[in-house]
C-alpha cells in the first residue's frame, strides 16, 4: 500500500505552499463536493419547457447546499462518536460550521441565479455559465490538489483534467436532458 503523498520528500515533487496538507485536504473535498451539487442542482433545475424561476432556483441551490453541510457535519459528529471512547470530541456546531467550504463552492452558481432574477441575462445563461465556471473550478481545484499533495505539474494537469470530466459529464447530461 503506497503511503500518503504528504510523506512524498523526492527531489522531482513540487514545493509545498499555501494551507497545512489536511485543512487543504478537507478544503478540497468539500469545495469540490458543492461544485458537483452545485451543477447537478443547476442542471436538474432549468427543465426545458418550464417557465424560469431563476430566484427559486438560487434558493434551492443555497438551502440544498446548507442542508448537505449541515448533514455532512452532523455525520461527521455521530461517526466519531460511535468510534470514540469518551475522548475529547469537537461541538456539534464546529463540525457542522467546519463545512463551509461546501457552501462556499456553491455561492458563486446561486449569484449567477441572481443575476438572472435582477434581468442581467436569461435564467438559460446563468445555468450555462454556472456550469462552464463550475467546471473550470473543477479543474483548478483538481490542480490545486495535486500540487498540495506534492506533484509535479504535468501530473497536476493531468489530476485537473480527471476533476474536470465530473463537470463535463453534467454538461453532457444536461445537453441532452434539454
Known amino acids: 500500500m503506497s503511503e500518503p503523498a504528504d510523506h512524498v520528500h523526492s527531489a ?3 514545493p509545498r505552499r499555501g494551507l497545512p496538507p489536511r485543512t487543504a485536504e478537507l478544503w478540497l473535498f468539500r469545495g469540490i463536493y ?3 451539487l452545485a451543477s447537478a442542482l443547476v442542471a436538474a433545475l432549468d427543465v426545458p419547457g418550464e417557465v424560469a424561476d ?3 432556483d438560487a434558493l434551492w441551490v443555497l438551502l ?3 442542508a448537505s453541510s449541515a448533514a455532512h457535519g452532523y455525520a461527521h459528529v455521530i461517526a466519531e462518536r460511535a468510534v470514540a471512547e ?3 470530541r469537537p461541538s456539534r456546531l464546529r463540525a457542522v460550521l467546519a463545512e463551509w467550504p461546501l457552501v462556499a463552492a456553491a455561492l458563486p452558481t446561486v449569484c449567477l441565479l441572481l443575476g438572472a432574477v435582477a434581468d442581467w441575462w436569461s435564467e438559460e445563461t446563468a ?3 454556472a456550469l462552464l465556471f463550475n467546471t473550470v473550478a473543477l479543474f483548478c481545484l483538481g490542480i490545486s490538489a495535486a500540487r498540495t499533495a506534492g506533484l509535479r505539474w504535468a501530473s497536476s494537469l493531468r489530476a485537473g483534467f480527471m476533476d474536470m470530466l465530473i463537470g463535463v459529464v453534467i454538461i453532457g447530461v444536461y445537453a441532452l436532458v434539454e
Request: glycine share 22%.
Open 34 to 36: 458543492g461544485l458537483v
Open 86 to 88: 469518551g475522548g475529547a
Open 12 to 14: 522531482n515533487a513540487a
Open 54 to 56: 431563476p430566484g427559486e
Open 64 to 66: 440544498t447546499a446548507l
Open 127 to 129: 445555468a450555462d455559465t
